[in-house]
């Protein structure tokens, strides 16, 4: 039977840059009594963002950080820079990148591919912990 | 018991920009039966988009629509130009944002965050009405 | 009564770029047992993408091509090259369109717009078959 479950992850990020949260979502899924559905993830946050990455390459990364850095770069004359210098270029990048994901569930496993991980990419220098919305629907 | 149910907005944005809909997204939920679940908002086009956005500052909104005119500008020699120099580039403006945002609700209401706005990107300097194809999936 | 199906679309790109999958969708929602719902397709991959595009002309897809070649290329100093110079350009345009899209059903049809086509956006040169899951609630 079709049923739904939701949460909250919290997740605070170290540093600026890409975060694994495969294994807190993964380890979130396996508590539900749903083995087939989708699975959404959702950022309540502008300056912090979702993306599905290559997880076994930690240069690509590194090189993906640098890219985001260097088109929304931090020092570009915004008008709005109320809360410092990294905050115009964290509301830039959040809109190159996701708010929300949305990934198939199946046998009780994200549909994910071999070398996709989920990533939660922190914009901001000293950030908060962050809230990602989880929603699972499925049977 | 698990139901759902679907509408079209219908949108016209004044000028270029980002115009917020979380107020008529907010009313459209609030007529539907549904308390919790997950709110899917699709666009329609593609020169028009989709972006959760900082609600709070105005200079915010602006730095992010002058950050994709620059990035994605028109006078840049496109080949596909039957529909004026906005055309082209608002397909890329659609493209690096979103065409479709799923958003889980709780207790009737939106899990956006405090400082999250739905918004639509118009692209286009003189734009029909646009359609948001919405669809609820919730108990 | 509310059921959900899902299905993996296996596609080979024969070059780089867009290739249009909106047949292909359209052919197993058919098969289905759903004719009001949600529709998710979800990119197994890290260096191919989904993007919603213009159908009806093809030079604004030869423009959206050029321009992800151009604001991320090949030749760009990357530390993460292992897999020769399409591999991180590939992550970087995959990481700036979608890796899911979900789509709202009605009356057996996808809500696309009149203009509106869903692409395999290829960032390889030689790649393999790709793998789509599609996943579909409704009733």
Known sequence: MLRQASGILEVRAPAQGLHSITDRVTEWLAQQDVSSGLLTLFCRHTSASLLIQER????????????????????????????????????????????????????GRMMLGRWQGIYLFEHRRAAPSREIALHLIGE
């Open 56 to 107: 076994a390459a930690p240069a690509a990364r590194r090189d993906l950080e640098r890219y985001f850095a260097r088109i929304a770069p931090e020092d570009s004359g915004y008008e709005h820079d109320d809360e410092g210098p990294d905050d115009m270029p964290a509301h830039l990048r959040s809109a190159l990148t996701h708010t929300q994901l949305s990934i198939p569930v199946e046998n």
